[in-house]
């Protein structure tokens, strides 16, 4: 339902309607003079002098960079650099895809806006091991206990934002049995 307050009627205009119309028209032409303005002198996007990849120690550079939109040579657009991030990330084999351009000579004979694009695949991080050390008193539960409470499992994914709430699950284990203190 629409609320009269979301849409103000208009104030009269002096004039009546002919001088509101003649306004908008005068607005509209205005506008459009100011868009086709535009569309004239726009300036061209940066061209790819090259493409470097990133990518964890090991990984088939080959296979990566077939999966790239980007093309040296080519204009950059955001629609190839998404369609790049996408492709890489959705390989499973990347916790992340980072894009980053910087400006780069033309080569020989052309001219314009050039940047050279690095293109950093982040390895997913998998869990090898869980440990747990126990510092001073004993508290009421075991290592095992501490580890399940963590939430931490060998051969899972890990991102850093994983051993903050970890830790917090840790904590709350040990309050509820007593160890309101306990530093984790």
Not at 82 to 95: A, S
Not at 105 to 125: F, I, K, Q, Y
Not at 145 to 174: N, P, Q
């Amino acid at each position: 339902m629409i609320s009269p307050s979301a849409h103000p009627v208009p104030a009269p205009v002096p004039g009546g309607c002919r001088a509101r119309a003649g306004r908008c028209l005068v607005a509209l032409a205005s506008l459009l003079l100011a868009a086709r303005t535009l569309a004239q002198d726009p300036e061209p996007p940066p061209r790819v002098a090259a493409v470097d990849l990133a990518l964890p120690a090991g990984d088939d550079e080959a296979a990566a960079r077939s999966l790239l939109a980007v093309e040296p040579g080519a204009a950059l657009s955001t629609q190839a650099l998404r369609r790049t991030v996408q492709r890489l990330f959705q390989t499973g084999r990347y916790r992340n895809v980072v894009v980053r351009a910087r400006p780069a000579d033309p080569p020989p004979g052309e001219g314009g806006a050039w940047v050279r694009l690095v293109v950093e695949a982040l390895s997913v991080r998998i869990v090898t091991a869980v440990s747990v050390a126990v510092e001073g008193e004993r508290p009421a539960l075991d290592e095992a206990a501490l580890r399940d409470a963590a939430g931490i499992r060998v051969g899972e994914t890990f991102e850093d934002g994983d051993l903050d709430a970890a830790s917090a699950r840790v904590r709350a284990a040990l309050a509820r049995r007593g160890w309101r203190s306990a530093q984790v």
